[in-house]
């Protein structure tokens, strides 16, 4: 089964550190995409990123990139010079479509990462 | 303001009752998705609508029911709630498809007692 792994259940890291939260996703498919939501101690789920697996060049946002490694089948995002305000647990999901879901997006447990001063 | 209204916020119900969440997608937004997120489930997918019609089942108990109105605002009605069902219920909504992610909602806050 198609499915996205985020082995790293919690992080913890102090402000101004990087940290790089982990995603891989088994598949047979030789392109597909993959997305990131954050989720906050407010609990809101906030869109970050959808990813093209064909798309060789990192993608950066401020602090935020993310990358993809064929050769590892992983999609990873780095937080350069972490804030407080990172704090959040972040999920990686795959593609929607697999029998279970129709075309829904099925979420992981995530990562938590706590960022303290 | 993400777009996507629920209401309401939080809801503390006793075990046995009936209850209704609410739903409004984000304007052009025909696609509404529910979700149950606890703690030791996680977020796990329950319904989609797709302009009025049920599109994909994910993990929704028999007691729970959802629908979309013409004006396409959504409602999941959990019935017979049991202290399991205390969770974060999300719905989210989407322009294209699950292919290009959705918008969530703040998220209602069900609690049973």
């Known amino acids: 089964a198609q499915k996205v792994t985020q082995a790293q259940t919690e992080i913890s890291v102090v402000e101004k550190e990087d940290v790089t939260l982990d995603c891989v996703y088994e598949?047979?498919?030789?392109?597909?995409?993959l997305f990131w939501y954050k989720q906050p101690p407010s609990g809101e789920l906030v869109f970050l990123i959808r990813?093209?697996?064909?798309?060789?060049q990192n993608e950066i946002s401020g602090r935020y990139s993310w990358n993809f490694q064929k050769s590892t089948s992983s999609f990873n995002f780095t937080i350069t010079a972490s804030q407080v305000v990172d704090s959040a647990v972040y999920f990686c999901?795959?593609?929607?479509?697999?029998?279970?879901?129709?075309?829904?997006?099925?979420f992981g447990k995530g990562t938590s990462l706590l960022v303290t001063p | 303001d993400s777009g996507v209204t629920q209401t309401p916020k939080h809801l503390i119900t006793a075990t046995g009752q009936r209850v209704t969440l609410r739903c409004s997608p984000r304007?052009?937004?025909?696609?509404v998705y529910w979700y149950q997120q606890s703690l030791d489930q996680g977020l796990q997918f329950l319904i989609q609508?797709?302009?009025?019609?049920?599109?994909a089942k994910g993990n929704i108990l028999e007691r729970f029911s959802a629908q979309q109105f013409p004006d396409l605002h959504s409602e999941l009605n959990l019935s017979s709630l049991e202290l399991g069902d205390s969770a974060l219920y999300f719905c989210?909504?989407?322009?294209?498809?699950?292919?290009?992610?959705?918008?969530f909602g703040s998220g209602t806050r069900l609690t049973v007692v």
């Open positions: 990813r093209n697996s064909f798309d060789e």
């Open positions: 999901a795959p593609p929607p479509g697999n029998s279970n879901s129709g075309y829904a997006l099925n």
């Open positions: 609508y797709y302009n009025g019609e049920e599109r």
């Open positions: 598949t047979r498919d030789t392109t597909y995409y």
């Open positions: 304007s052009g937004d025909l696609s």
């Open positions: 989210a909504s989407s322009t294209r498809g699950a292919y290009y992610g959705y918008t």
